[in-house]
């Protein structure tokens, strides 16, 4: 996943102080929200808005949380340890991790967690709506790559056939009533392609629960946002130019996840200078050559949008542009091999140009 920078200044200043003596005159000429009126008159009106953040290196990548408001440093903290927790839960490596006891026990019935089942049905589901984009059965190709705990390398055309053999539909089987999941014998599961944005959105539901209205979760590139930012104003993300370079824009969220599938992270080049990414094509067990550079998903769900960005990357523009007309529950930026950028309909007003664009923009009908 390609990594997205918050542009957005951080914190705000209260308005100006709503004087007691004229109480409702000033706090309607100022502007003060209720909140800030109780906080004013009981004397603490130059008090800043408390704000924490936490950066820890989890799943893989380094990520950062940072939150405001009331209570903002324990909620941090909360947040830091339940992000750690789900790494250690999904994990494709760690021992007793649900995946490596699901990988290390294909064959037969697993019992795993609620949150890896729901995990597992979510990616299931989009497999089957992406007519194959998404496929969570690909660590055997994975590891051939060399993307997952190995040395890259570009394997045989026999080797990947392979491999190929022992991923798809059919592969993992779920019970969810009974919590069980099965692999048939010899397949295995890698979650990368899910288990941030799906994480991004537990969390964030766990700290809106507890009064959070204000939060910005960057888990290595995956944002999640709660709410918009202190003074009212939304989330601006940066979405890097995936041939390097300065920004090619921002995009404005709120409550919003925005979630990027590119070429420029995960990869490596042979001695030819051929460059092979870590997104497969499960059609092919080769990085998947769409046409597109980068695949940017903002959804309200976390864990859509990081499903969706892999799939719509592996689909390429003309159908990842009519899978969205199909549904509209999601906006997207695509960028071609060509620097061509396309956007859908209700980024217009939330997508700003950055100095790494350096054509017009499409907007898909």
Not at 46 to 63: G, I, L, N, Q, V
Not at 77 to 90: F, I, N
Not at 217 to 238: F, H, M, S, Y
Not at 284 to 296: E, V
Request: glycine content about 12%; aromatic content about 6%.
């Amino acid at each position: 996943m390609i990594r997205l920078q918050n542009l957005a200044a951080q914190g705000a200043g209260h308005l100006a102080l709503c004087l007691l003596l004229v109480f409702f005159t000033a706090s309607l000429l100022a502007g003060c929200l209720p909140e800030q009126m109780n906080r004013m008159s009981s004397g603490d009106a130059s008090r800043a808005p408390e704000e924490a953040s936490e950066e820890f290196f989890a799943m893989d990548t380094k990520m950062t949380v940072k939150v405001y408001g009331e209570g903002a440093p324990e909620a941090a903290r909360e947040a830091k340890e339940r992000l750690q927790a789900l790494d250690a839960l999904w994990s494709v490596t760690r021992e007793g991790s649900d995946v490596e006891r699901l990988n290390s026990g294909a064959g037969e019935a697993i019992a795993l967690s609620p949150k890896t089942m729901r995990l597992l049905r979510m990616s299931e589901e989009v497999r089957e709506e992406t007519k194959g984009a998404l496929d969570v059965t690909l660590a055997p190709l994975l590891q051939l790559w060399g993307f997952t705990g190995g040395v890259h390398r570009v394997p045989t055309a026999e080797e990947i056939e392979a491999a190929r053999a022992l991923t798809g539909a059919g592969k993992l089987k779920l019970d969810e009533a009974a919590g069980m999941a099965r692999l048939e014998k010899g397949s295995s599961v890698e979650l990368g392609a899910v288990a941030k944005g799906y994480a991004g959105e537990l969390v964030a539901a766990e700290l809106k629960s507890r009064g959070v209205r204000s939060a910005l979760l960057d888990l290595g590139g995956n944002i999640e946002t709660i709410g918009a930012r202190e003074d009212g104003t939304p989330w601006r993300v940066g979405l890097r130019n995936p041939f390097g370079g300065a920004l090619l824009g921002t995009v404005a969220v709120a409550d919003a996840a925005v979630v990027t599938s590119a070429i420029d992270q995960r990869f490596f080049t042979d001695e030819a200078g051929n460059r092979y990414w870590h997104i497969l094509d499960p059609a092919t067990g080769k990085p998947a050559a769409s046409g597109l550079a980068s695949a940017t998903v903002v959804a309200s769900s976390g864990g859509r949008a990081d499903a969706l960005s892999t799939a719509l990357f592996v689909m390429g523009a003309d159908r990842a542009a009519a899978f969205w007309r199909g549904r509209q529950d999601f906006e997207m930026v695509l960028v071609g091999m060509d620097g061509h950028v396309q956007i859908t309909p209700g980024l217009l007003d939330r997508f700003s140009a950055g100095e790494g664009l350096t054509g017009e923009v499409e907007v898909i009908r």
